[in-house]
């Protein structure tokens, strides 16, 4: 929700924003699954408020890094349910929103290991289809192309891709350059 306030052009100042952001602020929004930690994190960078979210967001992008799946045939995914360290059988659905995430975490200055970058480009690439497409779960055309997964597929290429740039091409505090 808070998302769509603030890219409908609300600011911090409307009264619907700042009770959103109070609600990921506080207590109660502690997500515990990949979803919920990439879309707190693209919403507090939205946000814009970086010193008082700088902080929560390494620590979620934290989160997201030590979630994702480190071996197997899945190694550079994620699972619904987030697990440091891991495990689990991982989708590509996950694995687009959680590098959206750690992309929305990078532009606000949180560190994003360059491992994790390249893990998940390596899946990407390693389970394209014949047709150049991917599928939601699978690879080499187990399942079949779909549109939707085909999308997430490009994107999360081109996102890697920025974010596997030479230290040359990063902006002097650090940040990979925008798409």
């Known amino acids: 929700m808070l998302l769509a306030l603030l890219n409908s052009g ?3 100042e409307d009264e619907p924003v700042q009770r959103a952001l109070e609600f990921l602020r506080g207590p109660y ?4 699954e990949t979803y919920g930690v990439a879309l ?3 919403a ?3 946000a814009k408020d970086g010193r008082r979210d700088r902080g929560r967001i390494q620590t979620l992008a934290d989160l997201l890094q030590k979630g994702q799946i480190g071996a197997g045939p899945n190694a550079g995914l994620w699972d619904y349910s987030f697990r440091p360290g891991g495990g689990g ?3 590509r659905s996950n694995g687009q929103f959680a590098i959206l995430g ?3 975490a990078a532009y606000s200055g949180a560190l994003v290991d360059r491992r994790v970058w390249e893990k998940t480009r390596k899946h990407w690439l390693r389970f394209q289809n014949g047709d150049g497409g991917w599928s939601y779960t699978g690879g080499g055309g187990d399942l079949g192309s779909s ?3 085909t999308v997430a597929g490009i994107a999360t290429l081109q996102i890697t891709s920025a974010m596997l740039r030479d ?3 990063l902006h002097p505090d650090g940040r990979p350059p925008l798409l």
Request: charged share 30%.
């Open 40 to 42: 707190k994190i693209s």
């Open 147 to 149: 549109g939707s997964m």
């Open 29 to 32: 929004s502690q997500p515990s």
């Open 44 to 46: 507090l960078a939205t």
């Open 167 to 169: 230290e040359k091409d």
């Open 89 to 91: 059988g991982g989708d």
């Open 102 to 104: 750690l992309r929305d």
């Open 10 to 12: 609300m600011t911090l």
